[in-house]
Every structure is written in structure tokens, then in C-alpha cells.
């Protein structure tokens, strides 16, 4: 375990790098939205293959055919099975890529257009379209007119008119986007005096009340020359688009605006069959992220392919109890996109597409990367593993009737982290916010729980395969023991200094305070399930062990459908306040505890908590929240240095870690949670264990 959970640490140190500077290239803007959407595909196939349902399928398989058949034998069907994977995953991969717009439209949906219209098919006449468009959590709304040419896109552009455009509120009160004489052309006016920044729009009429003499009101065209009366006011508005086709309206911060409507007036088009083609649409965020999120994703998606080949040959270096490379491997990945990153700042590129696909291609040569390492390991321990046409014989068919419901059921916290990017793909910045939030909860469940996970699983399928159940029991029970021994007091440090770690971390430019206050509050959320992710891995391999995978995934499909369900809930109770994607961090915690229920009352007694544990428990528990509570007052206290330069914040951060940590440390031990001796008796017998 410390082999596995010391390097996962540098490979999490690695990332928080990789991380901190993609949110000072990106924040949370588009570009970041879509390479979240597009990396979060392939991530998700690692976290899965790489960190459970693989590995919860083929380890015991290959283990017991080690044990009963010796290793030439073990060694015959671990190729069998590496060549199948080659065959299925290069398959899927291949089918997957030029299928990626319609794989994109069911994980982002949120990035499609509210309305789309195409323009060369309405003839003669005119058109009007009245349209309403949610504004729970949008940022901006953009009209986009595309076509075949720049000349297309000018000619409907001069011919589409935007009338009465207006948002409702909360409390169902009306706000029309109005003009002012001395106002920018950028401004429009929400309401009576709020302003809102704008682009790409034209003024083509002003409907006028009646000044203060005649009393009767008029129409004006404003790219005319005209001169206001004494007493008029702007009633109403019409708009169009400027020769490119692209205008936004940018909306308040922290708005309480719930809808939008406008109604479209499309003038009749000349020129008989000589129409040229085009398309009207309407977004509720930036109109390339779709087409950004489909390019980046057809990069990545063979990183899929070598993940699935990484986690196979991982699966035989474990089983021959070489952990070191395996955990080493994902190090490779997050030195490639740092380096990436540091190419695109000397190069100094700019826009949006060629940075994402700058850090695309990085992961996709990352995964070569990773393959290549472990399939050299594998060949030095004896296993090389080459592609042959596959046996379709029993033990292979055995293996994938185990590995489907294991890639459900270890892979639940990422079924519910891609639930929660598809409706987050409906607030914008919140598939990114949401991201930046998992990867800092994800350093305890990366030290902690996959290296237990890991660990556990060949241990516990030994000693089961040789009739000690209790012990077998017994290294569940210590599993678990040191899993809430460690990540309570990082939960509860989550929660109490949530927006100093993400400040201090990612503030910058692009990473403002809102920023920093929406993630750190869905960082809060997901450590609310950080102890019951991590006994989630813990308590698996008691189910994998026995080659059952069937139960964990039942378990795992109830904890999805409650996810699914109080993200919704969550999500659209707290999206008019900006911070909906809270309420799928809170949805995903609760489903990890619901997951960790289920597998306690389906282990039927196998694992039994003395009361002297119980015990420690609550003191570990106790001993956590009194850590929370100092490491909060250090948080106040160090407040100046945590808004101050980056150099002052990195050490505050230092400081109010270093102190949540002896804090704890003393706690523990004072309390009798845990003792020096227990410690060093784990780690010897760790140590001297001739398994």
C-alpha cells in the first residue's frame, strides 16, 4: 500500500500542477468547459479499467489459474485475454470516433442550441419564431448565424430581426432590454437602469412614446439621422445582426433571471432558387463548445483503447506483486500535459482551438506513453504479451460475464460524476467548476482508497482461495479501519477551509472569486461522501474476491438512480443562486453512502466491528471535528496572506495543512483512536509479510 499510495501522491502533486495551471490558461470559460467534457470521456474508461472493474474481473481469475495451474498457464490466458481486448476495445474505438457529434449530444447536451432554424428553406415569406430559453445558471445567451460562405452568413444576417426581447425573474417579474441614446453601442438596458454588455447586435427601429407637447408616439430607425423629443421614452426595441452573424448578451452576475424570450422575424429572401444556405441558432453558452467538445474528444478517445491494454498488463504485474510501475504509469500523463502546457505558454499560442488541441493530443501521447512502460515491465517479468487472433474459449467468456457488472459496480463514483456533467452541461462553467472540485477530493481517495482497492483484492483473494476467511476478514476490517483513520480529518478540513484550498490552489486571472467561491463550495459537497467513497473500495473486494460481481453492480445501479435523482432535485432547487452544480457534488455524496449500505448488509455478517472499534470511531470522528474547527480559525487568521500574492497564499495553505495535521496527530493519539504501537505493527507486518 505505501508503494501504490506514494506514488499515486506524486502523481496527484503532478496533477494538482497540471490542473492549477489549465485554470490559468482557461478558468472556467468555453474552452474549459469542452476540454473538461471531451478529457472527462476517456478519464472516466481509466478510472474504471485502471482503479476497479478490470482488474475486480481478471485478478481473481488469473490469480486462481496461477495458483491451480502454475504460471506458464496463468501467463497463456493472460494473453488470451490481452489479445481479445486488443480485438473489442480497437473496435470500439474505431466505431466510436466518427460517432462522436452523436455520443457528444447524450454527455453535453447542455451545449446544444435552444433553437435552430434553417433559413434557406423559409421562402418567400416572413417568418416569426417565438421562443423561451432557460436561464438558470446561464452566463450568456448567443444568436449565431452560420452558413456556407461569409456571404451567406451577411446575407441572412441583414435579413434576421430580434423583437421584444426580454427575461422573467424568479418572481415573475418582466425585464425588456431596452436602448438608451447616450448609452455604448455594446450596452443595452435590463429594466430601467441596469446595464448589460452586449455585442454583434444592430438598432434597426425604436418604437417612441409621445413627447411632451403632441402626445403621440412614433417609430424611428436609429441608423438614420433623428433627433429625440422633449418627453419621449423607448418602448420597445428591434435589433439585428452585424455582417458575422455572432452576438451575445452577457447576463448580470449572480442573477435571479429565469427565462428568456425573444421573438425572431425573418425577412423574405430574393433571389428565387439562388438562396444561399444557412442556419439560425440560439445558445444559452458559447456556440463552439459543442464543436470544440466533438474535435477534442475524437482526439482522446484512443486513450481509451490504451487505457483498457494499460489496466490488463496492471492486472498482471499486481498479481506478481509488482505494484511500483502500475501506480507509476498515470505520473506520465500529467508529465505530458504540464509539458504541453508549458509548450503552449513559450509558444505562445492563443485561441481556443489550438490550446485544446494542443492538451488533447498530450493525453492521447500520454496514453502510448503509459502502454508502452508497462507492457516493457511486463516483458522483463516474464509475461510479454502479444496479440493473436483470440480463443474465444470459457475462462475468456467467464471473464467478461464478470467484468460487466464490475465495471458498473467499480466504477459507480464515475457513472455518477458523468450523470452530473450532463445536467451540469446546463449551468455554464459548471462541468468545469465541478472538475477542478473532484480532482482536489480526488488526492485522499487516490492515496487512500485506490491503493487499498488495489491492494486488497489480490491479498483478500488468497487468503480466501486458502480457507482463512477470518483472516481475510481481518484485512477488510484494517482496511477499513485506516481508511476512516485518514479520511475524516481530510473530509472535515474540506469542508471547513473549502474556498482557501481552491484559492490558493487556482486563483489567478482567469480563476476569479466567484470562481473560487463556486468551487470551493462543490468541493465542500463532495467531501461530504469522501469516507464512503474510499469504503466503497474497501469493502469491493470482499465481493470480487468470490468472483461476484453481480451484487455490487445491483447495488451500484440503486446508488446511481439516487444520484440521479437528487441531482436533479439539488440542482434545480439551487441553480437560480448560481451554484446548482453544489447540489450534484451533495447528490454524489449521497449516493456514495448509500453504495457503502448496500455493501455492508450484502457482506451477511462476513465482516464483524468489535466494539472496542466502534469506539475508536467515534473518536476518530470527534478528533476531526475539533481538527475542522482549528484549521478554520488558522483559515481566519491567515486571511490577509490568503487574499495576498501567490507565494503568500502557497505558504498559508502550508501553514493551516501543517496545522490541521498535528492537530489531528495529537488528537488521535491522545484520544486512543489509534496508537504508535497499532502503527508499527501494520506497517511491519507489511513489511515482513512473506506473501
Not at 317 to 324: D, S
Not at 551 to 579: D, E, H, K, Q, W
Amino acid at each position: 500500500m505505501m508503494t501504490v499510495s506514494g506514488l499515486t501522491l506524486v502523481s496527484r502533486i503532478l496533477g494538482f500542477l497540471r490542473d492549477i495551471l489549465i485554470a490559468r490558461f482557461m478558468g472556467t470559460g468555453p474552452i474549459a468547459d469542452a476540454f473538461v467534457a471531451a478529457f472527462r470521456f476517456p478519464n472516466m474508461f481509466r478510472r474504471i479499467f485502471g482503479e476497479g472493474a478490470y482488474n475486480a474481473a481478471f485478478v481473481p481469475l488469473f490469480g486462481r489459474k496461477r495458483e491451480e495451474e502454475g504460471e506458464e498457464a496463468a501467463v497463456g490466458f493472460a494473453r488470451n485475454t490481452f489479445s481479445a481486448l486488443v480485438w473489442v476495445v480497437g473496435i470500439l474505438t474505431l466505431a466510436a470516433i466518427p460517432c462522436m457529434h452523436w455520443l457528444m449530444m447524450a454527455v453535453v447536451p447542455g451545449f446544444l442550441p435552444k433553437f435552430e432554424e434553417d433559413l434557406g428553406a423559409i421562402g418567400s415569406g416572413q417568418a416569426f419564431y417565438e421562443r423561451k430559453v432557460n436561464t438558470r445558471g446561464a452566463r450568456e445567451i448567443y444568436f449565431q448565424v452560420t452558413g456556407e460562405s461569409e456571404a451567406a452568413v451577411g446575407y441572412w444576417s441583414a435579413r434576421t430581426r430580434m423583437e421584444d426581447m426580454r427575461f422573467v425573474d424568479a418572481d415573475g417579474k418582466e425585464f425588456s432590454l431596452l436602448a438608451r441614446p447616450d448609452a455604448k453601442e455594446s450596452h443595452m438596458i435590463l429594466g430601467e437602469d441596469q446595464v448589460v454588455d452586449a455585442s454583434g447586435f444592430i438598432l434597426t427601429r425604436l418604437a417612441l412614446s409621445g413627447d411632451s407637447h403632441s402626445g403621440v408616439g412614433r417609430e424611428v430607425d436609429p441608423r438614420e439621422r433623428f433627433f429625440p423629443r422633449e418627453g419621449e421614452k423607448i418602448l420597445s426595441v428591434v435589433r439585428g445582426l452585424e455582417s458575422g452573424g455572432l452576438a451575445r448578451i452577457v447576463l448580470p452576475e449572480e442573477h435571479r433571471l429565469e427565462s428568456f424570450h425573444v421573438r425572431v422575424a425573418i425577412e423574405p429572401a430574393s433571389g428565387g432558387a439562388d438562396v444561399p444556405q444557412a442556419t439560425l441558432r440560439l445558445y444559452r453558452n458559447h456556440p463552439d463548445n459543442f464543436d470544440l467538445t466533438v474535435a477534442l474528444s475524437r482526439i482522446m478517445f484512443c486513450y481509451l483503447f490504451f487505457m483498457a491494454l494499460v489496466a490488463h498488463l496492471s492486472g498482471v504485474l499486481n498479481t506478481f506483486k509488482h505494484f511500483a510501475m502500475p501506480a507509476a504509469a498515470p505520473i506520465l500523463l500529467n508529465i505530458v500535459l504540464v509539458s504541453a502546457l508549458g509548450l503552449i505558454w513559450m509558444m505562445r499560442w492563443e485561441g481556443d482551438l489550438r490550446i485544446g488541441k494542443t492538451l488533447a493530443w498530450g493525453v492521447a501521447l500520454a496514453g502510448v506513453l503509459q502502454f508502452a512502460a508497462l507492457w516493457v515491465t511486463c516483458s522483463r517479468a516474464g509475461a510479454v504479451m502479444m496479440p493473436h487472433k483470440p480463443l474465444w474459449n470459457p475462462e475468456l467468456k467467464k471473464l467478461l460475464l464478470l467484468m460487466g457488472p464490475g465495471v458498473i459496480a467499480a466504477g459507480i463514483q464515475q457513472v455518477n460524476l458523468l450523470v452530473g456533467g450532463i445536467i451540469a452541461s446546463f449551468q455554464q462553467g459548471a462541468i468545469s467548476t465541478l472538475y477542478y472540485a473532484d480532482r482536489v477530493s480526488q488526492l485522499p481517495l487516490g492515496v487512500i482508497g485506490i491503493a487499498l482497492g488495489v491492494v486488497l483484492l489480490p491479498e483478500v483473494t488468497r487468503r480466501l482461495r486458502s480457507g482463512r476467511e477470518s483472516e481475510a476478514a481481518d484485512s477488510i476490517l484494517r482496511g477499513m479501519e485506516l481508511a476512516m483513520l485518514l479520511t475524516l480529518p481530510a473530509a472535515a478540513a474540506m469542508i471547513a477551509i473549502h474556498e482557501p484550498l481552491i484559492g490558493g490552489l487556482f486563483a489567478g486571472k482567469e480563476f476569479d472569486a466567484e470562481d473560487v467561491s463556486k468551487t470551493g463550495w462543490a468541493l465542500a459537497g463532495f467531501a461530504l461522501g469522501l469516507p464512503g467513497y474510499v469504503l466503497i473500495k474497501v469493502l469491493q473486494p470482499s465481493y470480487f474476491a468470490r468472483e461476484n460481481t453481480k451484487a455490487p453492480m445491483f447495488m451500484a445501479g440503486v446508488a446511481v438512480a439516487v444520484n440521479i435523482v437528487c441531482s436533479l432535485i439539488l440542482f434545480n432547487l439551487l441553480r437560480p443562486t448560481g451554484y446548482g452544480h453544489v447540489g450534484i457534488a451533495v447528490a454524489t455524496a449521497i449516493s456514495a453512502w448509500v453504495n457503502v449500505a448496500l455493501l455492508w448488509r450484502g457482506m451477511d455478517g462476513f465482516v464483524k466491528i468489535p466494539a472496542d472499534e466502534w469506539k475508536r470511531l467515534i473518536r476518530m470522528v470527534l478528533a476531526s471535528v475539533v481538527m475542522g474547527g482549528v484549521v478554520w480559525l488558522a483559515g481566519v487568521a491567515l486571511g490577509p496572506w490568503l487574499s495576498g500574492t501567490q507565494w503568500q497564499k502557497i505558504v498559508a495553505l502550508v501553514l493551516i495543512v501543517g496545522t490541521g495535521l498535528t492537530v489531528y496527530g495529537i488528537l488521535a493519539l491522545a484520544m486512543r483512536a489509534t496508537s504508535l504501537a497499532a502503527l508499527r505493527a501494520g506497517f511491519g507486518e507489511a513489511r515482513s509479510s512473506p506473501e
